[in-house]
């Protein structure tokens, strides 16, 4: 039996040496060590021993036991550790591949104008202040004086929500709204006077246009106004030629040629020397050598006094510009639907800016 024990010892540890894979060795480990294995069937013969005997082959089975487990322990230790090491060579990262670049977007040309016009205002002591889309009837036509009838009515056709609310068609309503807020303001403070104003307001505005190389159905617009004591139609032309200056170029003009607007009195319009000819005469000033820039004039006394603001203590200015025309001549752009199509060729060309 010693015998059996020590060629099947000798015979195992043969076996396992030319054994290359985990699986191989655990093949291995079933047939000499498992249940069913050598070993098990050698010890089963125990019982025919005799008493003395029992106990020497019994330690000899178990060193033997020992010796096997002890070599299948190594080989296993052995394979992991090479399968390790082929795992961290596969998932190596090599730093020195380049990057995927990450597309970046760019904020869209409207907004960076608006942004600068903001930052222009800002910079003249101005804030700016929002309002809603949905609007009054009431703030958008009656507070700016464009009473039910009024025959401006008729410019500004738009979509109405019910027969009060409408999406509005112009961002002066923000006028009439601060200057309601700051009269309630004052009244509930006691004051006698409301407090003066100046303000910018961006916004988006809607009109029932048919869509076309320069007219859409919604496009934006930035209100402005000022309102205080001995406020005068040259503070208008002042603040205005400031503004130009800093979006055209220093070297601009501007005039005003009378106009009408039912909210202000008197109207104007507001022209920059052309910007492409200098003030010559070139096609995209059609030989005038002027471009409108934006619609103006002093608060009409009505306007005033429906917002709660005294006329003959207080004066004002107001101007509105669409941000798509002043977008488009500044970046030269010839068809306003390129600010709405989102063509990433179109939208490109900002980037820089970012
Ligand atoms: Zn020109």
């Known amino acids: 039996m010693r015998e059996q024990l020590y060629s099947l010892k000798e015979q195992a540890l043969t076996d396992l040496q030319p054994q290359d894979s985990l699986q191989a060795i655990n093949d291995w480990k079933v047939k ?11 010890l089963r013969g125990m019982g025919a021993l005799s008493a003395e005997e029992r106990p020497v082959v019994g330690q000899l089975v178990n060193d033997v036991r020992d010796a096997l487990e002890l070599a299948y322990g190594e080989k296993e230790a052995e ?52 309002g809603p889309e949905v609007e009054y009837d009431y703030f958008n036509f009656e507070a700016m004086n464009v009473p039910k009838n009024h025959p401006a009515r008729d410019m500004q056709d738009t ?48 009109r029932r246009d048919d869509d076309d190389a320069t007219h859409s159905h919604a496009f934006m617009q930035i209100e402005g106004l000022v309102v205080d004591r001995n406020i005068r139609m040259s503070d208008l032309k002042g603040t205005l030629l400031t503004f130009a200056r800093q979006i055209f170029g220093e070297s601009v003009q501007v005039r005003l040629r009378p106009s009408y607007f039912p909210f202000t009195e008197p109207s104007t319009e ?32 009505s306007v005033l006094e429906l917002a709660g603001y005294d006329p003959t203590v207080f004066s004002g200015f107001a101007f509105g510009m669409g941000v798509e025309r002043t977008a488009m001549r500044r970046y030269g752009i010839e068809d306003i639907r390129g600010f709405y199509q989102n063509d990433v060729r179109l939208m490109q060309n900002f980037k820089s800016r970012m």
Not at 173 to 199: C, F, L, T, Y
């Open 32 to 42: 000499y060590l498992g249940k069913k294995g050598e070993l098990t069937a050698i």
């Open 79 to 130: 394979f992991k550790k090479a399968e390790r090491n082929k795992r961290l060579a596969e998932e190596a990262i090599d730093v020195s591949l380049p990057g995927r670049a990450i597309s970046v977007g760019s904020e869209h040309p409207l907004n960076q104008l608006i942004r600068d016009i903001e930052d222009i205002f800002l910079g003249l002591g101005f804030t700016v202040v929002e």
């Open 159 to 206: 979509f109405y929500i019910t027969e009060e609310l409408l999406m509005r068609t112009q961002t002066s309503p923000v006028q009439a709204r601060v200057m309601g807020a700051k009269s309630a303001e004052a009244r509930a403070n006691g004051q006698e006077h409301p407090d003066p104003i100046r303000i910018i307001s961006p916004g988006r505005v809607y």
């Open 270 to 301: 507001v022209d920059a020397t052309c910007h492409n000819c200098g003030g010559t005469g070139c096609r995209t000033c059609k030989g005038t050598g002027w471009i409108e820039i934006l619609g103006a004039g002093m608060v009409h006394p």
